[in-house]
């Protein structure tokens, strides 16, 4: 079959150059192999652009040998990844093998090949980009972060499982300059240390062992809220109980971001547990506390641990 191959493609290279030009018509131009990828180690494509069609209806056959065999096959499969490429599934790719790819242009006059094209998958492993990107922004221990997660590449073979490597990359949308993390194997990452208000852009990619980064995913966009950081913490300025029956406490909140708060007042008696005070205060209104002492109690066996907490109204 190589032999059937050879001799033909000599015969139509030494035909008679007389027929090109009648009628503007000519041979293919050469193709051009521009790029064999594998996505996962497995499988491969090749991809090649066209030269000039000669003004007639040109045809597209890739050749390949394996450089342990003598035996020349056709392309398993023009069509899966699209125009002007061929596919090799699982049964036509062999790891550590080199293939020889050549791409044959024919058209009524004549035929023109590429020049060979030598492929092995293990060194042509880029993976596509990871899908699904989401980005949400949390609060922990009242510290605002962002949370990323995302997919991994999609593949025609939904049953084939690969470990890949993230790497995330982050900046605020008016500026040039990336922040790069690298993740690791896992799909998600956390983000500290980001500015309230303004807007961020991220993206991520993967890799596989042996292999090169994929593309970046599409964007997503982002807003770290402003003013939603919680409210700072209050001070207690001082208690005082004038006639040793009631006693009034008096604090200072922190700043609230401008937006309303609430301040819950805890006390408890010794050796007893919490109470909530139950009062709702905005940090309009003036900050006592009061408490109204009935007969059994005096103020002096008390042993009061305020804790005042301020809580945001978060139906923002
Ligand atoms: C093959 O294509 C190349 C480049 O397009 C061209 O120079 C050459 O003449 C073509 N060969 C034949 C036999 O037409
Ligand atoms: C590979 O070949 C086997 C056996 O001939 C067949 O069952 C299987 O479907 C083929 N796989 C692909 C991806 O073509
Ligand atoms: C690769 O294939 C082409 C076309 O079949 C052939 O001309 C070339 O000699 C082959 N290269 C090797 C190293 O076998
Ligand atoms: C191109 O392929 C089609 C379909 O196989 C065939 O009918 C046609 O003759 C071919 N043309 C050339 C120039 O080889
Ligand atoms: C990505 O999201 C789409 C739409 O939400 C969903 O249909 C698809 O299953 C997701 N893909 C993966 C790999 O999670
Ligand atoms: C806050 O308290 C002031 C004074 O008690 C009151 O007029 C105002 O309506 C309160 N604001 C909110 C948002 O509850
Ligand atoms: C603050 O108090 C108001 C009035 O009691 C209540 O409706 C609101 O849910 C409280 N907000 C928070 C964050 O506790």
């Not at 497995?42 to 394996?66: R, V």
């Not at 003598?70 to 093998?97: A, L, M, Q």
């Not at 993740?183 to 961020?200: D, F, P």
């Amino acid at each position: 079959m190589k032999q059937d191959l050879i001799s033909s493609v000599q015969i139509i290279l030494f035909l008679p150059l007389t027929t090109v030009g009648l009628a503007g018509q000519s041979f293919p131009g050469k193709p051009k192999i521009i790029r064999c990828r594998s996505l996962e180690k497995e499988t491969f494509s090749c991809w090649w652009k066209p030269g000039s069609d000669g003004g007639l209806p040109t045809n597209y056959t890739l050749f390949y040998s394996k450089d342990s065999e003598e035996e020349i096959y056709e392309c398993p499969d023009y069509r899966t990844s699209g125009p002007n490429s061929c596919y090799f599934n699982k049964n036509h790719t062999s790891p550590w093998t080199t293939f020889n790819i050549t791409v044959t242009a024919t058209n009524e006059i004549g035929s023109n090949s590429s020049d060979p094209q030598y492929v092995d998958v293990t060194s042509i492993v880029q993976p596509g980009s990871p899908v699904n990107l989401t980005l949400e922004t949390k609060r922990s221990a009242n510290i605002m972060y962002l949370w990323a997660k995302w997919s991994p590449p999609l593949l025609a073979d939904a049953n084939s499982n690969h470990l890949y490597h993230y790497e995330l990359r982050i900046k605020p949308e008016e500026k040039e300059e990336w922040e790069t993390i690298s993740v690791g194997v896992q799909t998600q990452c956390k983000i500290n240390r980001l500015n309230a208000g303004m807007r961020y852009v991220v993206q991520v990619r993967c890799t596989l062992d042996p292999g090169e980064w994929s593309e970046w995913s599409s964007e997503r966009h982002i807003l770290i809220p402003s003013g939603q950081s919680p409210p700072e913490k209050p001070t207690i300025i001082k208690c005082r109980s004038p006639e040793k029956e009631t006693f009034t406490c008096w604090w200072k909140p922190g700043l609230d971001g401008g937006h309303p708060t609430n301040y819950t007042l805890l006390y408890s008696k010794e050796g007893s547990g919490f109470c909530a005070s139950d009062i709702f205060w905005n940090s309009t209104s003036n900050n006592i506390f009061k408490v109204e002492e009935g007969s059994p109690y005096t103020v002096g066996f008390y042993r009061l641990l305020w804790i005042v907490m301020a809580q945001r109204r978060t139906s923002l």
